[in-house]
């Protein structure tokens, strides 16, 4: 059974939350948990959440910060600091067809060009 709250923070990224919570073993020592909630919303349109929980330890700390550090510094040296996944959501949709109005234009006509048929 978990134990009371000591100190808690949130970070809201889009559909996931993630919750920061201190809390207090038997013995009274410290421990942090790292919970991922992540809201998904059913074909009626009622939502759920999933949620992910880490449990960490101090006599893990170091080694987990250390690890931490390397992934994420690798991530941005390797591929910056600009978010892409966007386009690899489950809901992301990309216009692979051009709209109606786009389609009865001809495709090289510039911005200054007028066909008075239209007016």
């Known amino acids: 059974m ?7 923070k949130v970070l809201r990224a889009g559909r996931r939350t993630y919750f920061f919570d201190v809390r207090a073993t038997k013995a009274g020592d410290y421990y942090l948990t790292v919970t991922e ?3 998904f919303t059913n074909d009626d349109g009622s939502f759920h959440y999933k ?4 449990y960490l330890y101090k006599e893990d700390f170091t080694e987990f ?3 931490l550090n390397e992934m994420t510094n690798y991530i941005i040296n390797e591929k910056g600091q600009e978010v892409i ?10 216009e692979e067809f051009p709209s109606e109005e786009a389609k009865d234009k001809p495709s090289n006509t510039s911005f200054t060009d007028v066909d008075f048929d239209d007016i």
């Open 2 to 8: 978990e134990q009371e709250e000591i100190y808690s």
């Open 37 to 39: 909630s992540k809201k």
């Open 51 to 54: 949620k992910h929980k880490i």
């Open 65 to 67: 910060n250390t690890i």
């Open 85 to 94: 996944s966007d386009r690899h959501q489950k809901d992301y949709v990309k």
